[in-house]
């Protein structure tokens, strides 16, 4: 199985028959760990979660335009391995989203693009605790 | 991991299903039936929670599942008193195994598998360690989240709709540091060893 990250709109009304969710997942064949903060009132605090989705094949959600995919490597990958085409599509995704990328570099890794989204989202998370088949 | 409650499901019918059980708020009651705990209503969401200890912040819950109908249902764990607040590690009618966070009445999945084959009696099992809260089947993680919403509160189980049966409940804490379950006792066993 395949697995990487990725950043999806949420959907959903909050009923039990429609639940907040990661569009992604309603793409077929997709299992999902996704970070979801929410309002005292249960709400979602954002329009978006970050995702870490499985499926023998991605291309789904490579080709839904509103998710944004991070790129098919190991965390440890460091920003300046990847093009500058690549580098500027999920800088741009993370810039639309307010995630903070002060001191982020070439030497920088996707781990470290992981950590601030987590930390926009709910720095009381830990995106090492996500998990999927 | 050390049992601080269990209910296999065994014994007289009742609807509510009463003992240390209270409904949980903003659902239907769970009931015994046919030494098994089921839902009540047939278009709603059902769940108990287990008010016979005070159950710690890090804590699991675990049940076993009957066949898939068209119902779903499984263990919850930091179930709030007074709100539909709760994980919930369900087993849905699409053989998904779905992590769910109820946060005053308003639900969010926060994990799910794809279609999966699931056996009768398969124990379905919500943890909750710190911010880290995942979804096990028979002893192996499936499902891995992380949530900071809910802190504490009770164990229990739910179903949606009246057809899931569900037996063998047991929850409790992380005291003695073991990551697996300590061995059951088959449901049938059980129901030999109670003379039934």
Request: net charge neutral; hydrophobic share 40%; proline share 4%.
């Amino acid at each position: 199985m395949l697995k990487r990250w990725f950043i999806s709109p949420v959907v959903g009304t909050g009923a039990r028959a429609d639940t907040y969710r990661p569009k992604a997942s309603d793409h077929g064949g997709i299992a999902h760990a996704s970070i979801l903060p929410c309002n005292a009132d249960g709400t979602p605090k954002f329009g978006w979660a970050l995702c870490l989705a499985s499926a023998a094949d991605l291309t789904a959600l490579d080709g839904d335009a509103q998710i944004d995919g991070f790129p098919d490597a190991p965390l440890d990958t460091t920003l300046g391995s990847f093009s500058a085409a690549v580098r500027n599509r999920v800088q741009t995704a993370l810039v639309n989203r307010s995630v903070d990328l002060t001191g982020i570099t070439l030497a920088s890794t996707l781990r470290d693009l992981v950590v601030r989204i987590v930390a926009r989202l709910d720095d009381r998370c830990d995106h090492r605790a996500m998990d999927v088949p | 991991m050390t049992i601080l409650a269990s209910d296999s499901g065994a014994g007289s019918d009742a609807n509510p299903i009463g003992g240390n059980w209270a409904t949980i708020a903003g659902l239907s009651a769970m009931r015994r039936a046919s030494n098994s705990i089921r839902g009540s209503n047939a278009s709603n969401d059902n769940g108990a929670r287990w008010t016979g200890v005070t159950f710690p912040d890090d804590q699991w819950s675990a049940v076993a599942v009957g066949a898939l109908g068209t119902g779903t249902g499984g263990p919850s764990a930091r179930i709030a008193s007074g709100a539909t607040t709760l994980y919930m590690c369900d087993r849905a009618a699409t053989n998904q195994l779905i992590l769910y966070r109820a946060l005053n009445g308003v639900w969010t999945q926060l994990a799910s598998t794809t279609s999966d084959t699931y056996t009768e009696g398969d124990v379905h099992e919500c943890r909750c360690v710190g911010t880290t809260i995942s979804a096990w089947r028979s002893g192996v993680q499936r499902l891995s989240a992380t949530d900071a919403n809910i802190a504490s509160g009770s164990a229990g189980l739910g179903a949606y709709l009246e057809s899931t049966v569900l037996t063998n409940w047991q929850a409790g804490d992380f005291a003695s540091g073991a990551t697996s379950l300590p061995p059951r006792i088959h449901p049938i066993t059980r129901l030999i060893m109670a003379g039934h």
